[in-house]
């Protein structure tokens, strides 16, 4: 039976060279499943098939196991999601470039010094099996940026506001010429990449983030030429710079993941200049209250955030939780919502998110695809209930 645009197992096989055994294993494992199975029980695949193979080949060459792999191709293989996903399988490449030149170097200085003492270094040693063991750490920042990614889309393709939430922000910052800037948690650095051309000529910045993963995409984001940028992977709730240190401080929606945030106030406050301020974001309680609506509506176990981060540090309390480090605090609100009409974006910000959906969403996909499709048919209101604090 000849069907335009499918292939047949052994077809697919072939052209992807490896064995009709390996996608029936793939198969069997709900990892790539065919487009069409005829009443004969034939398999059928596309060439959406082949491209979403392609990307579950090369995460099995760059080591992620078939549990990681199931979670990475869920998605629909839509235009959008191809794009992201090649993106990031990029940069994964991109690090392990770098984490394997690193490696190298390790293996040459260690060969170096055995020669030279005639004897084992084990404290080198040690260093090259920590170098060597880096696999898990690549997994999680691809898991972290990919996360990321799929939020950023949600937003940046589907919100009403025209002024996007980056441009926003740093018009709040009111950043003049010759300030020295610190950002906290600056994630891949889209702040600055996005606001680039209206950055005054002569500033110093620095970025940093507790994840010298995400400074490394930052640092590859805004290039090593622009001498404006330095960047530095700290913990904000200790700060290695001294008194009086900068002109501005920024935490974009960072502060409702600290540990202790009267830490990391004291901290700011000591690092900034005498009439210094910090710009320090949030949401409040009822953003995104509707997606929380509809997975729960799906299946009542699902919690898409481990904890309510709002409560820790959000629009409805930040300003107490200001006011004994900084005595003067404004608060400035975001005006924005959601409104979609397509089932994928959505999805895949569902599979984003910290919580339990993945071990209760991945094995009933279809049947949540289905359910979700259903419900943005006839339009989707999303609230976004964002903006941030301004204090001196």
């Not at 501005?248 to 406050?269: D, K, M, T, W």
């Amino acid at each position: 039976m000849n069907l335009p645009g499918y292939y047949s197992s052994g077809q697919f096989a072939r052209m992807a060279n490896v064995s009709i055994r390996t996608i029936r294993f793939y198969d069997k494992q709900n990892i790539l499943k065919p487009s069409y199975v005829n009443p004969s029980g034939a398999r059928f695949y596309t060439d959406s098939d082949f491209a979403r193979l392609q990307q579950i080949l090369l995460l099995k060459y760059l080591g992620f196991s078939l549990d990681d792999i199931r979670e990475m191709t869920i998605n629909d293989t839509d235009y959008h999601f191809m794009l992201t996903s090649l993106k990031m399988q990029k940069k994964l490449v991109q690090d392990r470039i770098e984490q394997m030149q690193l490696v190298e170097h390790a293996i040459e200085d260690t060969v170096n010094v055995i020669r030279k003492n005639e004897q084992v270094d084990w404290s080198q040693m040690l260093d090259l099996i920590h170098l060597t063991g880096m696999e898990k750490s690549l997994k999680t920042q691809y898991r972290d940026a990919s996360n990321i990614s799929a939020r950023i889309r949600l937003h940046h393709e589907f919100s009403t506001n025209p002024q996007g939430w980056f441009p926003w922000v740093y018009e709040q910052c009111e950043i003049a010429d010759g300030q020295l800037i610190l950002e906290v948690g600056c994630g891949n650095g889209a702040l600055w990449t996005e606001n680039r051309d209206k950055l005054p000529a002569s500033l110093a910045i620095t970025l940093s983030d507790v994840s010298s993963g995400m400074l490394r995409d930052a640092r590859r984001s805004i290039g090593a030429a622009d001498s404006r940028f330095s960047f530095r992977s700290f913990d904000c709730h200790e700060i290695p710079y001294p008194d009086e240190s900068f002109d501005l401080v920024i935490a974009n929606h960072v502060l409702f993941y600290c540990q202790e945030p009267g830490r990391v106030f004291s901290e700011v406050r000591r690092v900034l200049k005498k009439g210094g301020r910090f710009l320090c974001s949030t949401y409040g309680r009822r953003h995104m209250c509707e997606i929380s609506t509809l997975v729960q509506e799906f299946d009542s176990r699902i919690v898409l955030s481990a904890e309510k981060l709002y409560e820790r540090f959000g629009l409805e309390n930040g300003a107490d939780l200001l006011a004994p480090y900084f005595p003067d605090v404004t608060c400035r609100y975001y005006e924005d919502s959601i409104e979609l009409d397509r089932a994928e974006p959505l999805i895949e910000y569902i599979l984003s998110c910290h919580g339990n959906q993945n071990q209760l969403l991945l094995d009933r996909y279809h049947e949540f695809r289905t359910f979700v499709e259903r419900k943005v048919a006839n339009g989707f209101h999303i609230t976004k209930d964002a903006g941030l604090f301004l204090a001196r």
